[in-house]
């Protein structure tokens, strides 16, 4: 056992890898078997989810200092830089699990099913895209380049793309999946699929229920988006271990900080507009790195949470004077 635990992969001892795996286990088996059995059939309030999701980003700012105390100061950082990217750029993916939660009718209280199997499909999904990234920027120096330039554009597009809206009833891949598996009209309480008579051949048939329509559609939501959040984390750093680690901890408090974002997403209208200057700023360090040699990590991570901080607070009081105005204009009617 401790010849096993002494060996390496992807560069770090196999003791670090499986003592994280079993922190992401305890974390998972403590939502499955507290936190859904609380919330059986109930809605998660914001106040609630708040407080999951502060839980959440705690435990992961405390695994960011057992990094800085085993690999030290540069690592921290970069750990620190990519959790708070991918945090930021889970905040467009619940943009779009609302919308799909909303154009499916699924009702407040069966979507943490939803997002708990959701997630646990992208923790798997994560590691063979971040694996492949892995093998292609070992192997390739150039990828990276490929990798800034393709932030660079989606940077620019997205602040382009002022008034971009998403669309699910149109969605391509939705219209592909009903047309090639039976789906019941109406949802069967927190039942994925269910047995029960075909009304065309009168026979007996397994059919999927709107719920888990919406996973298919939340697992497919999140490999779009990775599209965009696996190369912003390789332009950060090239380490597969806290590419991994940064990736799934930001992942994992998703499910709770959904329930409050999802209420309020209408207050973060301009946080898409920081972020998309944090997708260029991280796509123009790559170029930087390899005229002008590495910059330094916590240059990175200050730029980084200074342009998300100030799109959030940005966002908070532009939204509020926008409220005001609208309840002063319809008081004076």
């Known amino acids: 056992m401790t010849e096993l635990l002494a060996l390496t992969y992807l560069g770090k001892p196999v003791w ?17 078997g507290v936190l859904s059995k609380k919330h059986k059939n109930k809605e998660i309030s914001v106040a609630e989810s708040l407080k999951l999701s502060a839980f959440y980003i705690a435990i992961a700012i405390a695994y960011g200092g057992f990094i800085w105390w085993y690999l030290g100061q540069d690592a921290a950082l970069a750990y620190y830089t990519g959790f708070a990217v991918e945090k930021s750029l889970a905040l467009d993916n619940i943009f779009v699990i609302s919308l799909i939660f909303s154009y499916l009718a699924i009702p407040r209280q069966y979507q943490h099913r939803v997002l708990f199997w959701g997630i646990l499909g992208v923790i798997v999904l994560r590691a063979i895209m971040i694996g492949l990234g892995a093998a292609l920027v070992s192997n390739f120096d150039w990828v990276l380049y490929i990798f800034g330039a393709f932030l660079l554009l989606t940077g620019i597009k997205m602040l382009k793309n002022k ?3 998403t669309s699910i009833e149109d969605n391509k891949f ?11 009209p109406t949802l069967h309480g927190e039942k994925f699929f269910v047995t029960q008579k075909d009304p065309r051949s009168g026979k007996m048939m397994r059919f999927a229920t709107p719920l888990f329509l919406a996973l298919v559609m939340v697992e497919f939501a999140d490999i779009i988006f990775a599209v965009d959040s696996i190369p912003a984390i390789f332009a950060i750093t090239q380490d597969p271990f806290i590419v991994y680690t940064s990736n799934i901890f930001a992942i994992l408090g998703l ?4 329930f409050a974002l999802a209420a309020m997403v209408n207050r973060f209208e301009y946080l898409k507009y920081a972020l998309a200057l944090v997708l260029v700023f991280i796509g ?39 409220e ?10």
Do not use: C, H
Request: proline letters at 1%; glycine letters at 6%.
């Open 16 to 32: 670090i890898w499986a003592m994280f795996i079993a922190l992401v286990l305890t974390l998972l088996a403590f939502d499955l």
């Open 255 to 258: 499910r709770a900080l959904y």
């Open 284 to 322: 123009a360090k790559i170029f930087y790195n390899q005229i002008f040699g590495k910059m330094d990590p916590a240059i990175s991570l200050t730029v980084t949470l200074g342009l998300l901080a100030g799109g959030v607070i940005f966002s908070m009081i532009k939204t509020r004077n926008d």
């Open 163 to 165: 008034d971009e809206e």
């Open 174 to 184: 939705l219209q592909w999946v009903q047309k090639r598996i039976k789906v019941t």
């Open 324 to 333: 005001k105005k609208a309840l002063s204009s319809s008081g004076s009617k």
